[in-house]
């Protein structure tokens, strides 16, 4: 029989007068899997260009063409010379809330104004690349997986010697929060049944229509319906896996998503 175990994703709060974002991007390399939040909200420009790049697949089957042991795992050039980019260059921006720290996604670049694809992880504390670079995300999970590529033998240019590929980079999804005084706070829980094998969902200060929807992490719709008070969704004959309750209005907003992981 499955166990279920909740995990929480993402709280939906309230503020006064902007909407936000934070965007999860997992990528899918040759070595393994990892995740990274991008900072939308601090830069806006440099992680809505990344973000728009991984939209399109750019960096589907690109390398990570330089490993510095101690310092910097750098990738996102077609070319994989170093010398490769989308074929633009973007702004730098820079906030003073980020910095080059350990697991920290930077803008590689050669010289102002002249970001475009590339990218690196900063391997160890590396503040004295500040504010040359501009940070636009950091690795959330399964960092070891980068350490493992940190580790690869290279050659005297820092190429490994064997590629390490980005089979594929892919949004995962996006942390809400939202100004419009129209939606009302939610106060949502999921109970995972491990004896019924039911996830059940309730709400409070339901008053207006909501849909409750059960989605895998690449969209795939296994529930959707209306939610009152309480849904029951079944889960027996799921696959092993990470699933997504979703909370969305009348008009399709999403307004909370809840992580489901759902083991043997």
Same mark, same amino acid.
Do not use: C, W
């Given at each position: 029989m499955k166990n279920l175990y909740l995990g929480m994703f993402v709280l939906v709060t309230l503020s006064t007068n902007q909407v936000k974002a934070q965007t999860d991007v997992i990528f899918y390399t040759s070595m393994g899997i990892f995740e990274a939040e991008m900072y939308d909200t601090l830069q806006p420009i440099t992680a809505g260009n990344f973000i728009s790049l991984v939209e399109e697949e750019f960096y589907d089957g690109i390398i990570f063409h330089r490993v510095v042991d101690g310092f910097i795992v750098q990738g996102g050039d077609p070319l994989g010379t170093g010398f490769g980019g989308p074929g633009y260059t973007i702004e730098d921006?820079?906030?003073?809330?980020? +910095?080059?720290?350990?697991?920290? @996604?930077?803008?590689? %670049? +050669? #010289?102002?104004?002249?970001? #475009?694809?590339?990218?690196? @992880? %900063?391997?160890? %504390? $590396?503040?004295?690349?500040?504010?040359?670079?501009?940070?636009?995300? @950091?690795?959330?999970? $399964?960092?070891? @997986?980068?350490?493992?590529?940190?580790?690869?033998?290279?050659? #005297? +240019?820092? *190429?490994?010697?064997?590629?390490?590929?980005?089979? +594929?980079? *892919?949004v995962k999804t996006v942390y809400l929060s939202t100004a419009t005084e129209n939606i009302p706070s939610l106060e949502i829980t999921i109970s995972p049944n491990p004896t019924t094998d039911l996830i059940q969902v309730s709400i409070l200060n339901n008053d207006q229509v909501y849909r409750v929807s059960l989605i895998n992490n690449a969209g795939q719709v296994f529930f959707e319906d209306v939610l009152i008070d309480q849904q029951t969704i079944p889960a027996a004959n799921l696959q092993a896996g990470m699933y997504f309750v979703t909370i969305t209005n009348e008009e399709g907003k999403m307004l909370k998503v809840e992580k489901v992981m759902i083991g043997l």
């Open positions: 921006e820079f906030d003073p809330l980020t +910095s080059n720290v350990v697991k920290s @996604i930077a803008m590689a %670049n +050669s #010289g102002p104004n002249t970001g #475009g694809s590339q990218f690196y @992880i %900063n391997m160890v %504390n $590396n503040v004295f690349l500040d504010p040359n670079y501009p940070v636009f995300g @950091i690795v959330t999970d $399964n960092f070891d @997986i980068v350490q493992d590529i940190e580790a690869v033998p290279v050659d #005297g +240019s820092d *190429r490994p010697l064997t590629e390490v590929v980005m089979d +594929s980079v *892919r």
